[in-house]
């Protein structure tokens, strides 16, 4: 296997925290790393399987915020809703630091429907 170069440690790193852009945007939890995964996919192989992980993770994260959101009916969804923020931001930040380290990071806990 070749060894990842700089410029694509870099841009998988950037995949996954630009899913932190909701915070500045509300729109960035799949949108950023859709945007960089679909810029950088054809060029980086290392970006295209981080980026296709991102996507995955977040696209879950954003399945349980939902699912988060509608149990706050019942009040144990203010909880979660806590839980799976913390949860999303850990897990963010700790496959940023493995793909800028050029290591091959899957998500726990996620629903792989992007292959």
Same mark, same amino acid.
């Given at each position: ?17 630009? @899913? ?7 729109? %960035? ?9 679909? /810029?950088?996919?054809? $060029?980086?192989?290392?970006? $295209?399987?981080?980026? *296709?992980? @991102? =996507?995955?993770f977040q696209i ?16 144990? %969804?203010? =909880?979660?809703?806590?839980?799976? %923020? /913390? ?6 930040? /700790? @496959?940023? /630091? *493995?793909?800028?380290? %050029?290591?091959?990071? *899957?998500?726990? =806990?996620?629903?792989?429907?992007? *292959?």
């Amino acid at each position: 296997m070749s060894e990842i170069s700089r410029d694509e440690r870099t841009w998988a790193m950037i995949c996954h925290l630009s @899913a932190l852009s909701v915070v500045f945007t509300g729109l %960035g939890l799949v949108l950023g790393p859709l945007i960089v995964w679909l /810029i950088k996919k054809e $060029d980086m192989p290392f970006v $295209d399987e981080q980026g *296709k992980e @991102a =996507l995955n993770f977040q696209i879950t994260m954003l399945l349980a915020y939902i699912v988060s959101a509608i149990l706050m009916i019942v009040l144990i %969804g203010f =909880l979660m809703l806590f839980v799976v %923020g /913390i949860f999303d931001l850990v897990m963010t930040i /700790i @496959a940023s /630091i *493995k793909a800028n380290d %050029g290591e091959h990071y *899957k998500y726990p =806990l996620t629903l792989r429907l992007i *292959k």
